[in-house]
């Protein structure tokens, strides 16, 4: 508990260093709408040639809030810009929860404050998926499931289908996120994706929206060549709790990878209530 | 015709009762059979994760193996074995369970004391030593 309280202050100081004290006019103007010439100013910085100002600006919440949606095209551009700093720079809680020591990066940030904003970057968000980017793509995905509009499942579905894998990926979990089950046909699909990763997040996916008619797809990825891809699979078998399940993941205690059998362990004993 | 309708009350009566124990996603023998081998897996997470999907199972079939495991080398193991023991309330467990109440370590002598309290009791609800064995792989933002 200690340390987390440290680390939280000493992630504040880094932050303020880097964005809190050069935006603090404009702290002022979170209830209303900003002015254009505060506007301006975050744009430049938004713009501005040091990943770290640009990301240190897209950590400020407070400013991306359901009236800043002047800055939306500012962000959209942002979205491709894959350039890493230190995850210091940005105060970010999951980050902290899944003990992900991960670089950030502006086109990441810009997607958290695309989200932050609202509903109203729900249609620039989707246009996104279509960038020539590949990081942008991604990004947008992410975006979509994280904003947890149901109209995104249609867009996503064409992503699955993206020529970049980590497009492919972060589609699977934006669907998985937006737990509907017109998604479980499409990621099914995606099970047979080239890419493990992929159908990684795929097999989250299905198990986090919980359709048992997933059950006899996830059984064959049980004998998927990739282990990640098996223990997965185990997984949402278990969290979809279907005793069809049983006979594979029984098979899958045998499993030459211990990880597979404890997942399968777990998913039996799930099954089991 | 009443000695028909005495045998379909019986039955009627029998499925009742089996589903009422929550034996309608019973899962087949041959896996209580696979997870009690698996107690024996060389890694302690597979041992471990099998006790407890054991004690969720809760089959007279797998006591014996679970008894076996009681000398597990691995202590969390061995508590996750205890609860599953307490869980399936088989009075063939109490005499193994009795001795575990004078085991070196505290918490395994904890475990024997709640999984004996258990077995004794009439139900309730009766901790987990570890109550969140589900490591989800992965749910990934980024």
Known sequence: ???????????????????????????????????????????????????????????????????????????????????????????????????????????????RALVHIGIASFDPLVKALENTGATARRNAAWALGALDDQRAVAPLFASL???????????????????????????????????????????WALGAIDDATAVDALVAALKDSDARVREQSAWALGAIGDGRASPGLTLALKDGESRVRKQAAWALGAIAD | MQTSAKILAAFILVMVVSSGRGEAQAPPAATVTALAEALKDS???????????????????????????????????????????????????????????????????????????QIYSTGGGYPNPNPNPNPNPRPRPF
């Open chain 1, 161 to 203: 289908r993206d020529t970049d894998p980590a497009v492919r990926e972060q589609a699977s979990w934006a669907l998985g996120a937006l737990d509907d089950s017109r998604a479980v046909q499409p990621l099914i699909g995606a099970l047979r994706d080239a890419s493990s990763a992929v159908r990684r997040q795929a097999a």
């Open chain 2, 43 to 117: 890694d302690a997470d597979v041992r471990r994760q099998a006790a407890w999907a054991l004690g969720r199972i809760r089959s007279e079939q797998s006591i014996d193996a679970l008894l076996a495991a009681l000398r597990d080398t691995d202590q969390d193991v061995r508590k996750q074995v205890i609860w599953a023991l307490g869980r399936i309330r088989s009075p063939k467990a109490v005499d193994a369970l009795t001795a575990a109440l004078k085991d070196a370590n505290n918490e395994v002598r904890r475990s024997a004391a709640q999984a004996l309290a």
């Open chain 1, 1 to 111: 508990m200690n340390s987390i309280t440290l680390r939280r202050l000493h992630v504040t100081a880094a932050s303020c260093l880097t964005a809190l004290c050069i935006a603090v006019p404009i702290g002022h103007a979170q209830q209303s709408t900003p002015s254009a010439k505060q506007l301006s100013t975050v744009i430049d910085m938004l713009r501005s040639s040091d990943p770290v100002v640009r990301v240190g600006v897209l950590c400020m919440r407070q400013i991306f809030d359901s009236n800043a949606t002047a800055l939306i095209p500012t962000l959209i551009e942002l979205l491709n810009d894959a350039e890493p700093v230190s995850p210091e720079v940005c105060r970010e809680d999951h980050r902290r929860w899944w003990g992900e020591e991960q670089p950030v990066t502006p086109g990441q940030e810009a997607a």
